[in-house]
């Protein structure tokens, strides 16, 4: 999917899309659960039965039968595993993290949907950022193309330089500010979840940061590639998925 430049954190291009991929997102950690879910209600099943057996033919449990507490071993063996889990992923989040506070300049360049109540909208956008400001250049639909906005402030308010970009009613994050919004986020938001996930065939690293916008929160969900590269952003406010943002290509320095 990536075509990456050897031993570079700030180099990413991403060519194939990524389909249902906020439904992957939510699925992924919670299929493992409803497998461990199940696999404990197997067992705790099995038990019951074989106390059932040996009750039945008069015998005392065996040291090889399947016991109650075999069961809760397994148990605690598996929660132990998933939490391992979760303490290496926030681990190589926060490492991660660290490299965008140390950002000094972005380059990039997406395919932003806004997912209104009654239809979507797709943009695709250039970006050039810093820690002080940053310029967003809509590049298609062919009508919009040349359509520039500036984004400045604790609040990424954004100023059109003519015609506004019309994205519904978003209130917070919108095509021309989200993606300082998600450099925002990754130096500055609350780490609410971190797992691993595969997307399209490639292992990539999942954030879930709250942020704080006038209108209330925005969660920002960000899938990052192997070299640290944001490749899928979902923005979602008031529980509902509001923009997404396929990276077509990052840079950095």
Known sequence: ICSLKANKFHTCRLRSVFCDVHAAAKNGLHLLCRLRAANSARLFRQAAIDRKHHRDNGKPSGKGGFTVKKCLVWLLAAALLLAGCGKKAASQ??????????????????????????????????????????????T??????????????EDLTVSYDGAALSAGSLRDVAPANCLPWLLRAMEEGYLVDAGQETLEGLDCLRLALDTTAPGG???????????????????????????????LSFTSE
């Not at 932003?112 to 250049?137: K, Q």
């Not at 298609?140 to 402030?153: H, Q």
């Not at 925005?218 to 923009?243: H, I, K, M």
Request: glycine share 8%; with cysteine; net charge negative.
């Open 93 to 138: 989040a926060e490492s991660l993290r660290q490299r965008y506070r140390e950002m000094q300049a972005a380059h990039m360049e997406a395919e932003i949907t806004c997912h209104l109540e009654t239809e979507n909208r797709t943009f695709t956008v250039s970006c050039d950022w810093t820690p002080t400001g940053a310029g967003t250049t809509v």
């Open 140 to 153: 298609g639909p062919e009508d919009l193309a040349g359509l520039t906005a500036s984004v400045s402030g």
């Open 217 to 247: 929160k925005v969660l920002c969900t960000v899938w990052l590639g192997g070299d640290g590269a944001p490749l899928y952003a979902e923005f979602s406010q008031d529980s509902r998925v509001v923009l997404t943002a396929r990276l």
